[in-house]
């Protein structure tokens, strides 16, 4: 009798286990985006001291390496966003918790932090530097890359909407550079010629993913 009552009682409560379920499933991708979002906060926190001060090609092989590993790790987070696929390898010398500049594009609203090194941890809150391009504001091609994310208006989501003779400001603790778009481009992964220098020209180069992954959005802007 005992038994039949557990099961009884089992019964009665099976629904109620099912709808919490379903409910958590639900809620799970905004709360993943909650935390993302949080950590983004926190970096942009970070900059807010050296950001007011500022308002008053032929590729080596660890280049090809980083754009090739750069791609993968957007077209990884196209097909699964919420995947914790973090490699320790590539996190040496990569802290993680320190923004190297903020990046904005305020014809489509956007002002985020931008983090050193390429890692999928670094992306889920971040744009990033890729270390073996150019540094912000220097002669050469700087390259930054950002998932393009589901959520519109979250990292590079909008930045198809970009067009050309649009400002970017990127500031940094040792100056504000200021790029002007006049280059956008869609290319396959593979392509490296968009991460290439320019002679003595000081670029930017924006690389996200078209929808579905396969293809790579290139926005490239030069130095004001």
Known sequence: ???????????????????????????APTLLEWKEDHKQNELMQKTAQWEAEQQNGGQNPSLAAEYQRTSR?????????????????????????????V?????????????????QENMRHATVHMSETAAIGAVGNVAIAAHRART????????????????IPVTTPSG????????????????????????EESILTLITCTPG??????????LN
């Open 1 to 27: 009798m005992k038994q039949e009552g557990a099961d009884k009682h089992m019964r009665r409560l099976l629904p109620y286990l099912l709808i919490l379920l379903g409910g958590l499933i639900i809620i």
């Open 73 to 101: 790790l957007l077209a990884e987070a196209e097909a699964d966003e919420s995947a914790p696929m973090v490699q320790p390898e590539l996190l040496k010398n990569v802290d993680g918790e320190t923004p190297i500049a």
């Open 103 to 119: 990046i904005e594009i305020p014809v489509i609203g956007v002002k985020l932090p931008v983090l050193e090194g390429a890692t």
């Open 152 to 167: 519109e208006g979250r990292l590079f989501n909008r930045l198809d909407e970009v067009k050309l003779g649009d400002t």
């Open 176 to 199: 504000k550079f200021v790029y002007t778009v006049d280059r956008i481009t869609v290319v396959d992964p593979t392509d490296l010629s968009v991460i290439a220098d320019k002679g």
């Open 213 to 222: 992954g396969e293809r790579r959005l290139i926005v490239q802007a030069r």
